[in-house]
């Protein structure tokens, strides 16, 4: 008898007794330590070739089976095609920081655009600092808080309610406010040679209360919204008024926590960060609090889940830990031109609340999905940004408020980019 005649595979994923779909992880596994262990017994000279190939189809074909069922569970908020990444390629260690002064008051997040260093910040007096990425100067401080005409109420996050864009030359900045229900356009060269806030409404006729906004086209855009009692995430596109959806869309939708106590916390298990390349028209999003990213398009020509280890996180699973065990996995996402990248804080809550354990890491992947290179830091940071002019990546902690860059020009030649 053939040795694999052991292991009972069967070609198909079955029912357990209680009629639960039984899935293959750990048992893919196991067999694939049996299987090492048992061609240590055989002759090598013999026949290898056709063995290897078998038991390379039978495992290809238990983790599609797998896969499949995984991303049609309610408890997995992912695509068919998965890819498990437990090691990077490239590994770089970054220890020579440079420390950065910079005069702003209350930053939280930045963004690096063209020759600027933006600023989410918390004061009222201005939201937003520009500062000169030459000298470090601050150029100005703009969006006031108040609840007049072209004010804020709360600070617009660059990363979650801002899209950057470029029209005829000139660099502008959309903002969605989430109480007004009013996405506003900036002109950014016009705010800077004046120095002061060039600003209008660009679409006076949003949903409210977005968890994310995402331009697409000047009148497109993709939006998630609370649905079914804080229990899922719902994606759509939003275009000229009208709401549209996808497969893709509304596969990642089924994703769900179950209804109960604390569930205003409980629901950032399947919240998301989302931004949009408009260069490779392809979205990426990144849960918080779970280990994995998705890479899609709109349509449905492509759509690839990418997790970090060998196993996915389920959501039902994580929503069974109490609160101070909750790992907030991934904290910033940054899309660029040739690759994007993410910070994997990988800290629990009661970590991040009485002093964290773990140094964070930088994730590079391509525009398939595929890991590049891993960067591991000496010091925290929850936000960081490429200026590629000089080969220098800035690192920004808002806990601390901390503000330093790294020379990374070796690692972006390492990586073939050009820039």
């Known amino acids: 008898m053939h040795f694999l005649d052991h292991y009972h595979i069967h070609m198909h994923c079955e029912q357990g007794n209680n009629g639960q779909k039984l899935f293959f992880s750990e048992w893919t596994h196991v067999l694939k330590v049996k299987v090492l262990s048992t061609f240590k017994n055989y002759n090598l000279m013999r026949n290898n070739l056709i063995t290897i190939i078998v038991i390379i189809s039978i495992l290809s074909i238990i983790s599609a089976c797998n896969d499949k069922n995984l991303s049609s569970s309610k408890y997995y908020m992912i695509f068919d095609s998965i890819e498990y990444v437990e090691k990077f390629p490239r590994t770089y260690s970054l220890e ?3 420390d950065v002064d910079i005069d702003v008051i209350g930053y939280y997040v930045f963004n690096i655009v063209d020759s600027l260093l933006i600023f989410s910040t918390t004061n009222p007096e201005g939201f937003w600092s520009f500062v000169s990425l030459s ?5 100005g401080q703009f969006l006031k808080k108040g609840q007049g005409p072209n004010e804020f109420l709360f600070s617009p996050s660059i990363q979650t309610a801002t899209n950057f864009f470029k029209d005829n030359g000139k660099q502008y900045a959309a903002i969605y406010d989430s109480q007004k229900a009013k996405v506003y356009k900036i002109d950014i060269n016009e705010t800077i040679r004046r120095k002061v806030l060039d600003i209008s409404i660009m679409k006076d006729s949003i949903p409210p209360y977005l968890m994310n906004f995402v331009m697409l086209e000047i009148d497109c855009f993709l939006c998630k919204e609370l649905y079914g009692k804080y229990t899922q995430q719902l994606r759509y596109i939003m275009k000229n008024g009208l709401k549209e959806s996808s497969a893709n869309l509304e596969k990642l939708n089924r994703a769900i926590v179950e209804n109960g106590s604390n569930m205003g916390y409980y629901f950032n298990i399947i919240s998301t960060m989302t931004k949009f390349s408009l260069e490779k028209n392809l979205i990426v999003e990144m849960p918080v609090m779970l280990n994995y990213l998705n890479l899609y398009s709109i349509n449905e020509n492509f759509g690839k889940t990418i997790c970090i280890g060998n196993k996915l996180d389920n959501i039902n699973n994580i929503q069974k830990q109490k609160y101070p065990d909750l790992v907030e996995t991934f904290f910033d996402l940054r899309l660029f031109k040739d690759f994007w990248g993410v910070v994997f804080l990988n800290e629990n809550e009661l970590s991040l609340e009485t002093g964290r354990k773990n140094l964070p890491s930088i994730f590079f992947f391509d525009w398939k ?12 940071l929850t936000s960081f940004d490429i200026d590629f002019n000089t080969g220098f990546l800035y690192g920004l902690d808002s806990i601390e408020e901390d503000f330093f860059k790294y020379d990374i020009n070796h690692i972006l030649a390492g990586l073939a980019i050009k820039w």
């Open 135 to 139: 000298d470090m100067t601050v150029i």
């Open 369 to 380: 999905g595929k890991p590049l290179a891993e960067l591991k830091l000496n010091k925290h």
């Open 96 to 98: 020579n920081h440079i």
